[in-house]
């Protein structure tokens, strides 16, 4: 299982894994359950670049359509097919299986995003 206190979050709720010059971005627990059973899920294609704040694609639940934020700047390596083909994995695995896209980043990339006791104390407020 993913240590959560080694992600950096957004206040968007996406969470960020950093490892070397790659990241995992998914969406939080706390975002997944808000949308309830997504039932699609939209991504960038590989290459797409994007910077912090960009949309990036959307999850589509049974209650709305939901933007995704770009935590930080980067262009795309991989997408997750697992989660295009079954949405539902999102919710049943948000920091595992249901990773989103994994893109290429710069040194310092997280710098400015929340830790998760940051990110817990936001979703409380």
Known sequence: ???????????????????GESATIGITDFAADAL??????????????????DVFGEAESTKSVSE????????????????IDDP?????????GGWLVKI?????????LLDRDAYVAHTEG
């Open 68 to 83: 995704l934020y770009a935590p930080v700047d980067g262009t795309v390596l991989e997408i997750n097919d697992a989660v």
């Open 36 to 53: 309830g059973d997504i039932v699609f899920v939209e991504l960038p294609a590989v290459g797409t670049s994007f910077s912090r704040g």
């Open 88 to 96: 539902s994995l999102v919710n049943s695995a948000p920091f595992e």
């Open 1 to 19: 299982m993913t240590d959560l206190n080694t992600l950096r979050y957004s206040e968007e709720h996406e969470w960020v894994a950093v490892d």
């Open 104 to 112: 290429s980043v710069a040194a310092g990339a997280v710098d400015g």
